[in-house]
């Protein structure tokens, strides 16, 4: 029989072995940058500006607040994202209503401040100003957080509405930390107070969520 002569020499690379290996699936997508659009145009704001002023005037200060919501829905209107713009669903009766209720608690309080010196003795007006400044602490958090919830519910995206999910007992807290160290005097506070916007507004952000309107 004829032995077959063996060749140690390697094989030639196939084109297959060239190429070089898939890529692994490993379940993470890509994720993408979306930015946010606007469309609007100054002459078109300008235009509705005047209008507001002009209805506003004739009816004494009670439309500033429609004139208010047509801002708010054209701009949102004119704002793109991904490819659908978003839409304003206040109204101006919301708004007045708010306002009033605004208005009587923030009377309230501001009376209580113009009556600390007429109380008799320096006792009783310690104890109003105590009163007087604890109202002060919860009343601008609610209102913050009020304002805050009602803009929110008012924006929608594809059907879906935003919301806010901040407990208010959190923000007060916040609100009277950062108040207590505005007032301090010490260098310390000084420096650390221009962050107190940012708190605030981080502490608001993380709580807004979105959720599909109900049909």
Same mark, same amino acid.
């Given at each position: 029989?004829?032995?077959?002569?063996?060749?140690?020499?390697?094989?030639?690379? @196939?084109?297959?072995?060239?190429?070089?290996?898939?890529?692994?699936?490993?379940?993470?997508?890509?994720?993408?940058?979306?930015?946010?659009?606007?469309?609007?145009?100054?002459?078109?704001?300008?235009?509705?500006? *005047?209008?507001?002023?002009?209805?506003?005037?004739?009816? +004494?200060?009670?439309?500033?607040?429609?004139?208010?919501?047509?801002?708010?829905?054209?701009?949102? %209107?004119?704002?793109?994202?991904?490819?659908?713009?978003?839409?304003?669903?206040?109204?101006?009766?919301?708004?007045?209503?708010?306002?009033?209720?605004?208005?009587?608690?923030?009377?309230?309080?501001?009376?209580?401040?113009?009556?600390?010196?007429?109380?008799?003795?320096?006792?009783?007006? *310690?104890?109003?100003?105590?009163?007087?400044?604890?109202?002060? +602490?919860?009343?601008?958090?609610?209102?913050?957080?009020?304002?805050?919830?009602?803009?929110?519910?008012?924006?929608?995206?594809?059907?879906?509405?935003?919301?806010?999910?901040?407990?208010?007992?959190?923000?007060?807290? +916040?609100?009277?930390?950062?108040?207590?160290?505005?007032?301090?005097?010490?260098?310390?506070?000084? *420096?650390?107070?221009?962050?107190?916007?940012?708190?605030?507004?981080?502490?608001? %952000? @993380?709580?807004?969520?979105?959720?599909?309107?109900?049909?």
């Amino acid at each position: 029989s004829v032995v077959e002569p063996f060749d140690a020499s390697p094989a030639p690379p @196939t084109a297959e072995a060239a190429s070089p290996p898939p890529p692994i699936d490993d379940g993470i997508e890509d994720h993408q940058t979306q930015r946010l659009s606007f469309h609007g145009i100054g002459g078109s704001l300008f235009g509705i500006h *005047l209008v507001n002023i002009f209805r506003t005037l004739i009816s +004494l200060g009670i439309y500033h607040f429609w004139g208010k919501v047509r801002v708010r829905a054209y701009l949102l %209107s004119e704002s793109e994202f991904e490819g659908d713009r978003f839409a304003y669903h206040g109204t101006g009766r919301e708004l007045l209503t708010g306002s009033i209720k605004a208005g009587f608690a923030f009377g309230v309080l501001i009376a209580c401040f113009n009556a600390l010196p007429f109380l008799p003795g320096p006792g009783a007006q *310690l104890a109003g100003a105590a009163i007087a400044y604890g109202l002060f +602490l919860v009343l601008v958090p609610v209102a913050m957080v009020g304002a805050r919830r009602y803009r929110l519910s008012r924006t929608s995206w594809r059907g879906i509405r935003f919301s806010f999910r901040g407990r208010l007992a959190d923000f007060i807290k +916040l609100f009277a930390t950062v108040f207590a160290s505005v007032r301090d005097d010490n260098a310390t506070s000084a *420096l650390s107070a221009p962050a107190a916007p940012t708190s605030r507004r981080r502490a608001t %952000s @993380t709580s807004t969520r979105a959720r599909r309107a109900r049909t």
